[in-house]
C-alpha cells in the first residue's frame, strides 16, 4: 500500500469543492466539513477498476487515525473517480459495491474490528460499512444520477462518519439538519428523495448508490465473509509505502 498523497490541487478535487460549495447544494453537513476544512479527497483513476484501492484504503484508515484524534463534527472522505463518465444507474450502483466489497476485504484481512455499534448484514435496518473500526455512511455520486443533488460529471464515493450522526442525535441537532436537508433537496429536485430513511428504520445499504431501488433489491455487498485467506502476491503488504515505491512480495 501506499502512503496518501495530497489530492487537494488536483482539477477533480477542485471541481468538486466548487460542486458542494454551489448554493442549490442541499447537503449542508457537506458544506460544513468543506468550509471547516475537514473534508479529505483523494481522486482516483476508474471507479469500474481495483486499481487505486491499495491507495485509497490506506487514505481512508488515516482518515480514521485523525478523526479520533480530533473528533469534531462534519468530517467526511471523498473518493473523486475520474471515470467512467457514461455509467447507467445499475453500473454505478454495480461498480459502488465493489469497491466496497474490495475495501472491506482488505479490512479485513488486515483485522480491523467491525464497528460494534452497526450491524455487518447489509439486510439488516443497522447496516453500516466499517473501515478501521469505524463504521460509515456512503454516498455515490455519478454523471447520470437521477437525484440532481447525486450528479456529479464523474463518479464519487463520499464516506461520512456514522459515529457524528450519533453525536447529532445525541446533542438533540440530527433532526433539525435531517428536517434541512430534505427541504433543500425537494426545491432542487421538485420532489422529496423516496429512498431517504432514518438508521434502524431500513437498511442505509438501499440509499447508497442513489438510485431508486426496488422493493425486492438485494444489495451484492457479501460482508466480511467473503474475504480471503490472503490477498494477491502484489496486495498483503500492511505498510505504507511512498507513492511508487516497491517492496519485496514474500516469495522474494
Known amino acids: 500500500m501506499q502512503l496518501p498523497r495530497d489530492d487537494r490541487e488536483h482539477p477533480r478535487a477542485q471541481a468538486f469543492r466548487d460542486f458542494i460549495r454551489n448554493p442549490p447544494f442541499p447537503c449542508v453537513g457537506a458544506k460544513s466539513a468543506l468550509s471547516r476544512g475537514r473534508m479529505k479527497i483523494v481522486v482516483a483513476r476508474d471507479i469500474a477498476s481495483g486499481w487505486d484501492d491499495m491507495r485509497i484504503y490506506p487514505a481512508l484508515l488515516a482518515f480514521v487515525a485523525r478523526y479520533r484524534q480530533e473528533p469534531d463534527l ?3 472522505f471523498a473518493v473523486v473517480f475520474e471515470g467512467p463518465e457514461d455509467l447507467s444507474e445499475e453500473d454505478f450502483e454495480q461498480n459502488l459495491w465493489a469497491r466496497a466489497q474490495s475495501l472491506s476485504d482488505k479490512d479485513a ?13 447489509p439486510d439488516n435496518p443497522h447496516f453500516s460499512l466499517s473501515f478501521g473500526g469505524e463504521a460509515f455512511f456512503v454516498v455515490g455520486l455519478h454523471p447520470n444520477a437521477s437525484r440532481p443533488a447525486r450528479r456529479f460529471s464523474s463518479p464519487v464515493l463520499v464516506f461520512n ?21 430534505l427541504e433543500r433537496d425537494e426545491a ?42 490472503e490477498p ?21
Not at 174 to 181: D, G, N, T, V
Not at 209 to 222: H, I, K, L, N, Y
Open 74 to 76: 462534519f468530517q467526511s
Open 161 to 181: 462518519l456514522h459515529a457524528q450522526f450519533e453525536r447529532l442525535r445525541a446533542e438533540g441537532r440530527y433532526e433539525k439538519l435531517r428536517a434541512s436537508i
Open 232 to 252: 494477491a502476491a502484489d496486495d498483503w503488504h500492511p505498510l505504507a509505502l511512498p507513492r511508487g515505491a516497491m517492496i519485496p512480495t514474500r516469495s522474494a
Open 109 to 121: 484481512w488486515l483485522g480491523q474490528p467491525y464497528d460494534g455499534r452497526v450491524a455487518e448484514d
Open 188 to 229: 432542487l429536485a421538485g420532489s422529496l428523495n423516496p429512498m431517504l430513511a432514518r438508521h434502524g428504520e431500513t437498511s442505509e445499504a438501499r440509499q447508497y448508490s442513489g438510485r431508486a431501488v426496488e422493493a425486492d433489491w438485494r444489495c451484492p455487498f457479501q460482508g466480511r465473509a467473503a474475504a480471503s485467506p
